[in-house]
């Protein structure tokens, strides 16, 4: 191990273990979003299919270069690209730029294929034909082959994979499939087991957003079961629903068919504890929710919500947003990648809900299959007792 490998191996220990006291409180030292410098914009010819060695089509596949630290014999910190356009990822991560003065560091982002510009086929990227390209396998080996590139240039000693959410799951899968190429992986709030069906519990989720809910308010579980219970009461009647749909400021009078996604629209609205100070703070329970999502929800110059535009139901229950990446999303969480996050109102504080019925029809329409994540396991994730349970 190189010493500056060893160094940042150090680096990571005492990232976990030596917090900064400033004022009475714990903090980070870190620099601010807002300075992140502009990247240099660079496209690799990344190869299509990297299983077959007849087909020898390519496509265009964007990255980020921020070099300005870089000094020779420094690693690279290489950002696994996540489900979206690359900006979004590359203005709003702070850890390498941090770390980069300190380690000589070069800093890329990969964009992941099928997402933002790196769309392989252009504009008939998402025809059902097209999407097959679009796996977990495929992604990994388009990261590997950039970093080989990049080091014919650089000359790099040492990559550091990083990412978050589904970033940092492919991160970790990069580690585990490259190991001769990805020295390190920093896989934040990666969920690996849960994403390849390994946990037992899929009201896990749920279950923590209300144990988090109750420590930033002992009476905010309790309200927001109220606010639910009330809905669900109300929308037996139209006047009912049209109290709903006042109180939550919605577009339109929504009516007893669109309950299911009413209640989902307002589930995914939780920033835990500024939302359970608009609940435990309000008049009633409903009008406390209906602040809670319109604290999440509004954007200058919007006069009421409409759920449709803002939730969008598909495979994966926290919504796929709209657009190509939507598209996109949509298709991986029917193949690969598995969220199902139950609730039952009993460990946790909303309606009950089972996802996994709900999502199989979605997914036979979108993919003709009933074949799902549980091969992600298999190839990328195992249960070893004793170590990855």
Do not use: C
């Given at each position: 191990m190189t010493s500056a490998m060893a160094l940042l191996t150090r680096s990571l220990l005492l990232l976990v273990l030596t917090p900064v006291a400033v004022e009475g409180r714990v903090e980070w030292k870190r620099n601010p979003l807002s300075q992140i410098p502009k990247p240099y914009v660079e496209s690799f010819t990344q190869k299509l299919d990297h299983n077959n060695f007849v087909d020898q089509r390519t496509f265009s596949q964007r990255y980020f270069v921020h070099n300005a630290s870089f000094r020779e014999g420094g690693p690279l910190f290489f950002y696994t690209g996540n489900e979206g356009?690359?900006?979004?990822?590359?203005?709003?991560?702070?850890?390498?730029?941090?770390?980069?003065?300190?380690?000589g560091a070069l800093?890329?982002?990969?964009?992941?294929?099928?997402?933002?510009?790196?769309?392989?086929?252009?504009?008939?990227?998402?025809?059902?034909?097209?999407?097959?390209?679009?796996?977990?396998?495929?992604?990994?080996?388009?990261?590997?082959?950039?970093?080989?590139?990049?080091?014919?240039?650089?000359?790099?000693?040492?990559?550091?994979?990083?990412g978050g959410s589904y970033g940092g799951m492919?991160?970790?899968?990069?580690?585990?499939?490259?190991?001769?190429?990805?020295?390190?992986?920093?896989?934040?709030?990666?969920?690996?087991?849960?994403?390849?069906?390994l946990i037992d519990d899929k009201?896990?989720?749920?279950?923590?957003?209300?144990?988090?809910?109750s420590k930033a308010d002992p009476k905010c579980p309790d309200a927001v079961r109220s606010a639910f219970a009330s809905?669900?009461?109300?929308?037996?009647?139209?006047?009912?629903?049209?109290?709903?749909?006042?109180?939550?400021?919605l577009c339109k009078t929504m009516n007893a068919s669109e309950l299911d996604h009413f209640l989902q629209y307002t589930r995914n609205a939780w920033t835990v504890a500024a939302a359970c100070q608009k609940v435990v703070g309000a008049s009633t329970p409903m009008q406390g929710l209906a602040d809670a999502v319109a604290m999440l929800y509004r954007q200058p110059n919007m006069t009421c919500f409409d759920m449709y535009s803002i939730f969008v139901e598909c495979a994966d229950q926290t919504g796929c947003g709209t657009g190509k990446a939507a598209t996109a999303w949509d298709y991986q969480m029917c193949t690969e990648i598995f969220y199902e996050q139950n609730t039952n109102n009993v460990s946790d504080m909303f309606p009950p809900r089972r996802f996994g019925k709900l999502r199989l029809p979605k997914c036979i329409a979108l993919v003709r299959s009933r074949e799902g994540p549980r091969d992600t396991a298999k190839r990328f994730w195992h249960k070893v007792p004793g170590r990855f349970t």
């Open positions: 356009p690359l900006e979004s990822f590359y203005y709003n991560t702070g850890l390498p730029f941090d770390w980069a003065d300190d380690f800093i890329v982002f990969g964009e992941h294929r099928y997402y933002g510009e790196t769309l392989p086929f252009g504009n008939a990227s998402f025809d059902k034909d097209k999407l097959g390209y679009l796996s977990i396998s495929q992604v990994l080996a388009d990261y590997a082959l950039l970093v080989t590139h990049l080091n014919a240039s650089y000359r790099f000693k040492g990559v550091v994979a990083m492919l991160s970790a899968w990069a580690r585990i499939k490259y190991p001769n190429i990805f020295d390190m992986a920093l896989a934040a709030s990666a969920p690996i087991p849960q994403a390849v069906n009201a896990t989720f749920y279950k923590l957003v209300t144990a988090d809910a809905i669900i009461q109300k929308a037996s009647a139209p006047e009912g629903l049209k109290e709903i749909s006042d109180t939550f400021q």
